[in-house]
């Protein structure tokens, strides 16, 4: 996990979960009430974890409770959800929230680049991040920069974690949509064989 002063003051995501299971992160509905309270609360960290894949590092959240007590997070790429025992820090107005932190040591990005490939849950968080920046028009290579590493490692965790490499075959089709004909022939002749 980076320290937290190195992860820019914005963006810092709203959590909202409800006593009755509903959860929302900026106000965008995550589940719906009758939810299970740590159901909702999984699913609410896993869409922040997402937010946090579309910037490539870890991102800020606040959790709102319904008595109006807020408890700052930082949530990253990995799922790791650290607590702050201070609130966040107030942005810069003239600071970008996409900017980047600075430079990391090298080392700490081969550890962290060979987790994300060896983390199955990290096929799926990376296939359905490229799949929302598909749905939102993103730039078209920052999408395929996501595209690639979703294939990168669905390849990597194909054999150790067959169902959830069928399971994301087809979405990576999609995505691929044959603007790489190596990935999607490995794609297919796996699923053939």
Known sequence: ???????????VYTIT????????????????????????RLAV???VRIKA???????RATVKDVDGTSLPLVVD???????????HPVPA???RAAAPAGPADPRTLTVAAWRAVSDPENAELLTE??????AAGADRAETLRAIRNAHTVWHRIRDDDPETARE??????????DSHPRRTADIIAWVSS
């Open 53 to 59: 894949a579309m910037y490539g590092r870890p991102v």
């Open 93 to 95: 107005t003239n600071v």
């Open 17 to 40: 979960i409800a006593s009755s299971g509903a959860a929302m992160v900026d106000g965008v509905d995550v589940t719906a009430p009758g939810t299970d309270h740590q159901a909702a």
């Open 1 to 11: 996990m980076t320290t937290t002063d190195t992860i820019p003051a914005a963006p």
């Open 77 to 87: 790429i990995d799922g790791t959800t650290t607590t702050l025992a201070h609130p």
């Open 45 to 47: 960290l896993a869409e």
């Open 129 to 134: 991040t490229a799949e929302r920046l598909a």
């Open 168 to 177: 994301l075959a087809p979405r990576l089709l999609d995505l691929l949509q």
